[in-house]
């Protein structure tokens, strides 16, 4: 079964705009991680931001929070302001922390986000 | 530059062929990870190290690979007797304990022709 969905393919968005990326997550673990990543064209994968399971609050790191929504398992990407700069495949990955698999990430398919001047 | 890195960046490869790649982790972290990632897929877990041991292999993972990790410090992954198939960017992780973020190399993209 898929642990993690990314219902959204590609995204256009205005420079300065923001734009939320979809994610829902599927796991009977009652700790986990979700992490968001950034691939640009170069390849690497970029640690934008963390969720754990039990944080009361939402993550937020400079321009990227993350919507965390624990009983529609949903954890959504929001970039504010968005930059050139952002145009990039982002994934959102998800990590069980309850047992033995506690260093696994398991990642969606990402989506594309174009950001227009 | 203190973070993960691949080398090489980019193979190309006669089908049939030996590749190794190398990954430097971020020294002090202890957990490695390879991932191996498809065009428009995300990345898929392949093989994890802890220090020196390594401690699971994905079923992915077929008998031509193989990973290593000498010391607990850099690892290589091997795959014999290259296939179509195995074109992919591979992607090295390090991170210092579970309940941390992985950070990732920029991955070496392996064409095999």
């Known amino acids: 079964a898929q642990k993690i969905t990314q219902t959204q393919p590609g995204m256009f968005v205005q420079e300065k705009e923001a734009v939320t990326l979809d994610c829902t997550y599927d796991t009977s673990d009652p700790s986990y991680g979700l992490f968001w990543y950034k691939q640009p064209s170069s390849g690497e994968m970029i640690f934008l931001i963390y969720?754990?399971?039990?944080?009361?609050q939402n993550a937020t790191e400079g321009r990227y929070s993350l919507n965390f929504q624990k009983a529609r398992k949903s954890a959504n990407l929001v970039i504010s302001a968005s930059q050139l700069g952002d145009s990039a495949m982002y994934f959102c990955a998800m990590r069980e922390e309850g047992g033995s698999n506690d260093y696994k990430l398991s990642f969606g398919a990402g989506t594309t986000v174009t950001v227009r001047a | 530059d203190t973070g993960v890195s691949q080398d090489p960046r980019h193979k190309i490869t006669k089908r049939g062929q030996n590749v190794t790649f190398r990954c430097d982790p971020i020294s002090e972290h202890n957990r490695l990870y390879w991932y191996r990632q498809t065009l428009g897929q995300g990345p898929e877990f392949l093989t994890y190290?802890?220090?020196?041991?390594?401690?699971?292999k994905s079923r992915l993972l077929s008998d031509r690979f193989s990973a290593e990790r000498p010391k607990g410090s850099f690892s290589t992954l091997e795959i014999q007797r290259t296939e179509q198939g195995d074109s992919a960017m591979y992607l090295c992780?390090?991170?210092?304990?579970?309940?941390?973020?992985?950070?990732f190399g920029q991955g070496t993209r392996l064409t095999v022709v």
């Open positions: 190290f802890q220090n020196e041991a390594q401690l699971e």
């Open positions: 969720q754990g399971s039990y944080d009361q």
């Open positions: 992780a390090s991170s210092l304990a579970s309940l941390t973020e992985a950070f």
